[in-house]
């Protein structure tokens, strides 16, 4: 049996090596996204455009993603290495504070819809405001949440968030992916044991093959929909399994310190951190197609956040 100081060793190694590969995929990620868009842009193709703006904007927000991690790894490799890490606590935030955040917040929102909406290369300026329009709102809730609850070292804290960027959504991708796959599995079966319906399937799938508008492919979709089968499936898939999973993963850092935690406000903070990692994620990717009603998408995307805060529910 390990003893607890090795138990401790190889958690804090665990936890370097899972940070720094999340950094290294997110920096990756913005890399190839940077790469491909620049290759459109000096060497443009018919209608792509767009493909260049959502690329930048996409890059940047897994660059933003990258540079987050870097003070989680940072802290992890200091605990790997058995050195002191100065401890963490918020002071509660100010009312001043929270109205200037809400301000800035504002400000970003319509200045990235406004520059890539009236300037050519409009993405390029639009990125950090994007960036900041998805961050301050998580920035915000967890400030108001933490309310000077001491966490231990600022390795918690980094860690915490990390770790709600990086485990939280590979397992939740992972696990919606299993349950896709399964409620595909069932679709087949029942299909091949009905083979009216196997062909009524192939027939809404040419209708909708040659379809760019969503409001036809709507229009083609819409009698299938409110078949009560589907209905059911459709609520299974987005109403039970996708929350459970993802509402179960967000304050990871909670499941995996639960001995480690010193009292129930510190639990609570700690899920706090690991919630907005994993909404900041989130936020970063559901915001990142710019175009007509990019304005609208941010603002909803702030009430996305309120998952930073989502083990106040409990």
Same mark, same amino acid.
């Given at each position: 049996?390990?003893?607890?100081?090795?138990?401790?060793?190889?958690?804090?190694?665990?936890?370097?090596? =899972? *940070?720094?590969?999340?950094?290294?995929?997110?920096?990756?990620?913005?890399?190839?996204?940077?790469?491909?868009?620049?290759?459109?842009?000096?060497?443009?193709?018919?209608?792509?455009? &767009?493909?260049?703006?959502?690329?930048?904007?996409?890059?940047?927000?897994?660059?933003?993603?990258? %540079?987050?991690?870097?003070? $989680?790894?940072?802290?992890?490799?200091?605990?790997?290495?058995?050195?002191?890490?100065?401890?963490?606590? $918020?002071?509660?935030?100010?009312?001043?504070?929270?109205?200037?955040?809400?301000?800035?917040?504002?400000?970003?929102? %319509?200045?990235?819809?406004?520059?890539?909406?009236?300037?050519?290369?409009?993405?390029?300026?639009?990125?950090?405001?994007?960036? #900041?329009?998805?961050?301050?709102?998580?920035?915000?809730?967890?400030?108001?949440?933490?309310?000077?609850?001491? =966490?231990?070292?600022?390795?918690?804290?980094?860690?915490?968030?990390?770790?709600?960027? &990086?485990?939280?959504?590979?397992?939740?991708?992972? *696990?919606?992916?299993?349950? @896709?796959?399964?409620?595909?599995?069932?679709?087949?079966?029942?299909?091949?044991?009905?083979?009216?319906? =196997?062909?009524? *399937?192939?027939?809404?799938?040419?209708?909708?093959?040659?379809?760019?508008?969503?409001?036809?492919?709507?229009?083609?979709?819409?009698?299938?929909?409110?078949?009560?089968?589907?209905?059911?499936?459709?609520? %299974?898939?987005?109403?039970?399994?996708?929350?459970? #999973?993802?509402?179960?993963?967000?304050?990871? #850092?909670?499941?995996?310190?639960?001995?480690?935690?010193?009292?129930?406000?510190?639990? @609570?903070? =700690?899920?706090?951190?690991?919630? $907005?990692? @994993?909404?900041?994620?989130?936020? %970063?990717?559901?915001?990142?197609?710019?175009?007509?009603?990019?304005?609208? *998408?941010?603002?909803?995307?702030?009430?996305?956040?309120?998952? $930073?805060?989502?083990?106040?529910?409990?």
């Amino acid at each position: 049996m390990l003893a607890k100081n090795d138990r401790c060793n190889w958690q804090s190694i665990l936890l370097f090596i =899972l *940070l720094l590969a999340g950094l290294i995929l997110y920096l990756g990620l913005a890399g190839l996204l940077l790469v491909s868009g620049g290759l459109e842009l000096f060497a443009p193709q018919s209608g792509t455009g &767009t493909n260049i703006g959502t690329n930048f904007i996409i890059a940047s927000g897994m660059g933003f993603c990258g %540079l987050a991690l870097l003070p $989680a790894v940072f802290f992890s490799f200091q605990r790997m290495r058995g050195k002191p890490i100065q401890a963490f606590q $918020a002071r509660p935030v100010k009312v001043w504070q929270a109205i200037a955040m809400a301000a800035g917040w504002i400000g970003a929102v %319509l200045l990235s819809d406004y520059l890539y909406q009236n300037f050519s290369l409009g993405w390029l300026p639009a990125a950090p405001f994007y960036v #900041i329009s998805i961050g301050l709102p998580i920035v915000l809730l967890v400030w108001i949440g933490l309310g000077g609850i001491p =966490l231990g070292s600022r390795n918690r804290f980094w860690g915490g968030l990390g770790i709600g960027m &990086t485990i939280g959504p590979f397992l939740a991708s992972v *696990l919606e992916f299993l349950v @896709f796959i399964g409620m595909l599995i069932i679709l087949i079966f029942f299909l091949v044991v009905n083979p009216n319906s =196997l062909a009524t *399937l192939q027939q809404v799938i040419a209708q909708v093959r040659g379809l760019t508008d969503l409001d036809s492919v709507m229009q083609v979709l819409a009698p299938y929909l409110v078949n009560p089968f589907a209905l059911i499936g459709l609520f %299974l898939l987005l109403g039970v399994f996708t929350p459970l #999973i993802e509402e179960t993963l967000k304050p990871a #850092i909670v499941w995996l310190l639960a001995k480690r935690i010193a009292g129930p406000a510190q639990g @609570f903070a =700690l899920g706090i951190i690991s919630g $907005a990692g @994993f909404a900041l994620v989130e936020s %970063l990717l559901a915001g990142s197609t710019p175009g007509q009603g990019w304005e609208q *998408l941010l603002v909803a995307r702030a009430g996305g956040s309120q998952d $930073a805060l989502v083990v106040f529910a409990g």
